[in-house]
């Protein structure tokens, strides 16, 4: 399954290109796309747009419902939806790793069988929990390319730091039957180190969620592509529902 998976990536298009000249309004960006699979519904498309300070997400609907922007200076995301007018704001909330109620064991190692990208070796990132003292569970495996986009993997790490600093504060650190070792260690203090070792290609994670990029290229958008509509209504999630800010 990970060589199909890995070929469709290598026979895809993984490409770069750059627009000779660039209008004043227009900045260049990375353009990542991925297909994206979860239990219940069918495969849909998602692209991230990602500059050195923001990062825009959208799905195969291109932004005609709403849309998300994590602002890198701020570390603030921004879930936009046009259908209440409303943007979603999550700040950055610090944590540690260390607190995470179950320790993970990381284990990286070279897919020798498997092509190359983009001239660069393949990587398999699996995290996952002791259960006893001989098995084990995998809370989530990626594969990915070492030397790939450095600044780009940075801002995404930065950017799941902040989804799952949200995450973090609304549970109570105890395993139970349903928030179990790979729920905290994959859904809630997923910190994204494995963008330290590479750009993933493709990931699974034990809430059955998984994606694989499509492809890759940098391309001139309109700056406005990074905006959040001002006169929208501001809440944030904390203890209670909504907190309006606005």
């Known amino acids: 399954m990970i060589k199909n998976l890995i070929l ?18 227009k ?27 923001y990062i825009r997400v959208d799905d195969e609907e ?12 701020y570390k603030t995301i921004s879930s ?29 190692l070279q897919l020798s069988d498997a092509p190359t990208v983009s001239g660069e070796k393949v990587y398999n990132y699996r995290v996952f929990v002791k259960q006893g003292k001989t098995d084990e569970e995998t809370c989530s495996e990626i594969q990915l390319i070492e030397n790939i986009l450095p600044d780009v993997r940075s801002i995404l790490q930065n950017y799941q730091r902040v989804v799952s600093g949200q995450q973090v504060k609304m549970v109570d650190n105890k395993i139970s039957d349903r928030q179990t070792a790979c729920f905290y260690v994959d859904q809630i203090y997923n910190s994204g ?21 499509t492809g890759y290229e940098k391309v001139s958008v309109d700056s406005a592509k990074f905006k959040i509509p001002e006169k929208y209504r501001k809440f944030s999630i904390g203890d209670k529902p909504k907190i309006l800010l606005e």
């Open 80 to 108: 936009v939806s046009h259908y209440d007018k409303s943007v979603l704001v999550i700040k950055e909330t610090p944590f540690s790793d260390e607190d995470v109620p179950v320790k993970p064991v990381i284990e990286f």
């Open 8 to 25: 469709l990536i290598v026979s895809g298009s993984l490409s770069f290109s750059v627009n000779a000249e660039t209008p004043m309004e």
């Open 193 to 213: 180190r494995y963008y330290a070792k590479g750009l993933p290609l493709q990931e699974w994670h034990s809430n059955e969620r998984s994606r694989i990029l």
């Open 62 to 73: 291109g932004g005609s419902s709403g849309y998300i922007i994590y602002d890198d200076k």
């Open 27 to 53: 900045q260049e960006v990375y353009k990542l796309s991925y297909i994206e699979r979860e239990p219940g519904t069918e495969e849909y498309e998602v692209t991230m747009l990602v500059s050195d300070r």
